[in-house]
Structure formats: C-alpha cells, structure tokens
C-alpha cells in the first residue's frame, strides 16, 4: 500500500533560518508528489507539485522541493523563514493512475520571532 | 470567491443522529473528492466522484456513510447514526481531470463534526 512519512512532527526555527521538511513515500511506480500548507485559521493550499520533468519544483513563497526517485523523497525547502510561515506542511503523493491522494501525517512549523 | 465551499462549517450532534454536509466544488471542475482528518493525522480519503458516478470508497466509508453527487455538480456527505470516533475535520476537494494523469486537487475550508 501507498504511504507518506514525514520525518518531522514539530519543527521551530527561528526567522531567517533555513527549512527543510523531510518526506519518503512507498510506491514503485509512477507518482504525483504535492506539498499543501494549511495556515492557522485557513484550509489547505497547495504549495507545489510535482507531475514530471525538472525534479527541482519551485512553489509560491519561496519554497522548492527536489524530487529524488532513487530515494523516494520530495524534500521541502526555504532558504529564509519569515514568521508567517508558521502553519502545518502535508507532504501528498497521488501514485500512478489513482486519483486519490494519500498524505503524510504533517509537519507542524513554528517560528520565532 | 470561485473556490470550494462546505456547509456547515461546523456541526455539534449527539450520538446516533444523523448529519449532512454540503460540497460545492469549483465551477466545471468535473472530479470531487471527500477527505477526513483527526488531530494530528493528515487527511484521508473516503470517495471521490468523476461527473455524477462514485469511482472508488474507501474501507474506512462505512455502510453508515453515503455521499451523492447528483446532478455532477454539488455533492452531500450523510453520516447516519454518528458515533464518537466519526468526529474529524471533512474535507472537500475538487480538480478538473483531463485525459492525462495530472491533476491538483483544491480543497475547501472543511466542516468540523463533534460528536458528543
């Protein structure tokens, strides 16, 4: 069966650090790979995806993700963190022709002032 | 705002009621998908349709859910008979699928079922 494992449950930085979020999926296949952010108060919202291509995605507010299929990973990365990035990260991975999109159990991002 | 929208946002029912919740999905987005999430867990799936038809349920849909989507358009979540553990965050999602496997899913802002 499909699955996502974020490695991270509660990450704290402080502004200006660098972010990176792990994520590792479980599928042989082909796959759709998708970071949402879900901001305090708000539903979720798709950062970035990945289809095909250019394994390096970059998403809106700065944030990228690498695609490595060798290690089956779609890292998340900031390279400066601003305190309003502080929100819960959902690594997602729609496998092969199924529709349905299994996600990881989240990281939760919180940042110092 | 064009995005997806739920009603209620929130439901507060005790045990063995039944409940409904609404999704209407972004206009001509022709896939609609129904999520759960509890505390501390990303979301599941339970259900999605293409149109009107009910392509995959998920195990975790008991014969106490049914969701329809009659017309193509909105779609309703029923949980009958509620009990405890149905209390989650549902959320919708919607995307329009075209031939190709590439689709991005946009959800809407859930609806907060307790159960007491």
């Known amino acids: 069966a499909q699955s996502v494992s974020q490695h991270n449950h509660h990450v704290i930085l402080s502004e200006a650090a660098s972010l990176e979020l792990g994520c590792n999926y479980s599928y042989g296949g082909t796959v759709n790979l998708f970071w949402y952010v879900q901001y305090p108060g708000q539903h979720l919202q798709l950062l970035l995806k990945y289809f095909s291509g250019d394994p390096l995605v970059k998403g809106i507010k700065g944030f990228e993700a690498e695609f490595i299929k060798s290690k089956f990973s779609f890292n998340l990365r900031k390279p400066s963190v601003q305190w309003s990035d502080t929100a819960e990260y959902f690594c997602a991975v729609n496998a092969g022709s199924a529709s349905k999109i299994i996600f990881g159990s989240g990281t939760r991002l919180s940042i110092r002032p | 705002d064009t995005g997806v929208s739920q009603d209620p946002r929130h439901k507060i029912t005790k045990r063995g009621q039944n409940v409904t919740f609404r999704c209407d999905p972004i206009s001509e987005h022709n896939r609609l998908y129904w999520y759960r999430q509890t505390l501390g867990q990303g979301p599941e799936f339970l259900t999605y349709f293409q149109n009107e038809a009910q392509l995959e349920k998920s195990r975790l849909l008991s014969d106490r859910f049914s969701a329809e989507r009659p017309k193509g358009s909105f779609s309703t979540l029923e949980i009958q008979r509620t009990e405890q553990g149905d209390s989650a ?20 802002p859930g609806t907060r079922l307790l159960v007491l």
Not at chain 2, 89 to 108: D, K, R
């Open chain 2, 89 to 108: 965050m549902y959320l919708c999602a919607s995307s329009l699928a075209t031939s190709g496997p590439q689709e991005t899913q946009y959800f809407g």
